[in-house]
T-cell receptor
Framework: EPEVTQTPSHQVTQMGQEVILHCVPI?????FYWYRQILGQKVEFLVS????????KSEIFDDQFSVERPDGSNFTLKIRSTKLEDSAMYFC????????????FGPGTRLLVL | AQSVTQPDIHITVSEGASLELRCNYS??????LFWYVQSPGQGLQLLLK??????LVQGIKGFEAEFKRSQSSFNLRKPSVHWSDAAEYFC????????????FGKGTRLSVIA
């Protein structure tokens, strides 16, 4: 069964450094998402992406964040200058189409900012 | 604003016992409803979903959930829990229009004892 993959599984970085989290969505999916979960808190939506542009973003997704689909398979989340409060589990998800579609999630990247 | 409440942070049940995990939502209209499970080190796996029709939905691994509009609830049940069911369970809601992000509850951690 096809699945969403994410790399790395864990990332430790220093405050102020840039990080790029990588996702490979399911191959025939067209809509992509990033969510995050701070330890002990809810899974929160960050951004959705379709047709090479952002469809929707939350208030969390400020200028420090950006997303890109650099090729036909990868979907990346970049944090330009990490802060301590960016420490979280980051999940990528994808769906095939609009409407009644299930979002399929990757295993997540645990980011720790020191 | 949309919200999902999972009132139980942690539940412990004996193997073979029945299970019910509670989920209540606040939404402007009838949403799409989902239960996801997360095993340690794994991504979010879809257990089941409700879009329309029969309010009792069956999912994988012997789970079921019942949508009760009058109570704004979508509780997850399993008649006999197995040790492998120990995991974190998340209830989520999504809008019926377009491909909107999911709103998650905080999750319920299930422990299974012999």
């Amino acid at each position: 069964e096809p699945e969403v993959t994410q790399t790395p599984s864990h990332q430790v970085t220093q405050m102020g450094q840039e990080v790029i989290l990588h996702c490979v969505p399911i191959s025939n999916h067209l809509y992509f998402y990033w969510y995050r979960q701070i330890l002990g808190q809810k899974v929160e939506f960050l951004v959705s992406f379709y047709n090479n542009e952002i469809s929707e973003k939350s208030e969390i997704f400020d200028d420090q964040f950006s997303v890109e689909r650099p090729d036909g398979s990868n979907f990346t989340l970049k944090i330009r200058s990490t802060k301590l409060e960016d420490s979280a589990m980051y999940f990528c998800a994808s769906t095939r189409d609009r409407g009644k579609e299930t979002q399929y999630f990757g295993p997540g990247t645990r980011l720790l900012v020191l | 604003a949309q919200s999902v409440t999972q009132p139980d942070i942690h539940i412990t049940v004996s193997e073979g016992a029945s299970l019910e995990l509670r989920c209540n939502y606040s939404y402007g209209a009838t949403p799409y409803l989902f239960w996801y499970v997360q095993s340690p080190g794994q991504g979010l796996q879809l257990l089941l979903k409700y879009f329309s029709g029969d309010t009792l939905v069956q999912g994988i691994k012997g789970f079921e959930a019942e949508f009760k509009r009058s109570q704004s609830s979508f509780n997850l049940r399993k008649p006999s829990v197995h040790w492998s069911d120990a995991a974190e369970y998340f209830c989520a809601v999504g809008a019926r229009s377009g491909n909107t992000p999911l709103v998650f509850g905080k999750g319920t951690r299930l422990s299974v004892i012999a």
